[in-house]
C-alpha cells in the first residue's frame, strides 16, 4: 500500500522525507539507513541523503511506499 506524504516546497530532501513520513526517527538514523542502501528512489536504491524529490517520485523502506504530493 503506498501512503501519500505532503510537502510544501518544490522539493524535499531525501533524509528530510523519511523523518517527515515518520519512517525514521532522526536525521543520524536516516543518513544510516540511506547509506546503508536500505532505500529505493523510484525502484532504485538512493545512496544520496541530500537527493532531491519532487511531486510523483516514490520512496520505499521496510516494506512501505510512500509518494511525493504537493
Known amino acids: 500500500m503506498m501512503e501519500n506524504i505532503k510537502i510544501t ?3 524535499i530532501k531525501l ?10 526517527s532522526t536525521g543520524g538514523h536516516a543518513k544510516m539507513v540511506i547509506t ?3 532505500v529505493k528512489v ?3 536504491v538512493c545512496l544520496q541523503r ?9 520512496v520505499e523502506f521496510e516494506g512501505a ?3 511525493v504530493v504537493v
Open 15 to 24: 533524509d528530510s522525507f523519511l523523518k517527515l513520513a515518520a519512517a525514521v
Open 9 to 11: 516546497t518544490e522539493f
Open 50 to 58: 541530500g537527493k532531491k524529490l519532487y511531486e510523483g517520485d516514490t
Open 36 to 38: 546503508g542502501g536500505e
Open 42 to 44: 523510484n525502484g532504485a
Open 65 to 67: 511506499v510512500y509518494k
